[in-house]
């Protein structure tokens, strides 16, 4: 059964928020369709087309980062497999993309952050790198973190653990590393730099 809303997002809930993440996503593409007719086939494809937010995104990171090397197809594949694996991943991407439209005054739409935003495309990808290194797959997470930075400019190491509702704000120059550690509810800038330093001899660790 299909109403417009994954059963995430009816598990977690959304109190004090106007509408479910997944049931904006849709009426805004809707919308932009009827306004914009030339990409009304894009907007099927990407959102409309989908019965749960999982779908969609899945479907979106993959035409993202699929090509010569790895397709869409396989691409998509292994985020359903993680996302399936481990449902809080696409919980924390609906947190994520909710943290956008509250943070964000220059967001207009969830359709901006979700098709176009850097910094939501790229810690997406990112929390399926993870999920592959979680499973000893780190040869293929290192392949998602590579895509990562050739498409968004972020470079954020597959090891490192990401909270939800975390907000990346243009995103280009970010740098997460290997011992760092992002919490939930952080928003950050471009240019922001994670990591160890040479001095800090006791732990490499850094903690937001």
Sequence with gaps: ???????????????????PVWQKLRFDARQAAEQEPALSSYLAATVLNHETFAEALCYQLAQKAGGPDMSALAVREICEEAYKSDPSIVAAAERDLQAVLERDPATRSTLQPFLFFKGFLALQTH?????????????????????????????????????????????????????????NDVSMLHGVTLGGTPW????????V
């Excluded at 059963?7 to 509408?19: K, Q, R, V």
């Excluded at 290194?133 to 895509?147: D, I, K, M, N, V």
């Excluded at 968004?152 to 290997?178: K, L, M, Q, R, W």
């Excluded at 800090?200 to 903690?207: D, E, H, L």
């Design 127 to 183: 929390r399926t790198a993870h999920w592959l290194w979680g499973q000893g797959r780190e040869t293929l997470a290192f392949f998602f973190q590579s895509r990562m930075s050739e498409l968004y400019s972020v470079d954020i190491h597959p090891a490192a653990p990401i909270g939800s509702g975390v907000f990346i704000d243009h995103a280009t120059g970010i740098v997460i590393g290997e011992t760092a550690r992002v919490g």
């Design 1 to 19: 059964m299909s109403d417009g809303r994954s059963t995430l997002t009816e598990a977690i809930g959304y109190a004090g928020t106007p509408a």
């Design 200 to 207: 800090a001899m006791t732990c490499r660790c850094c903690t």
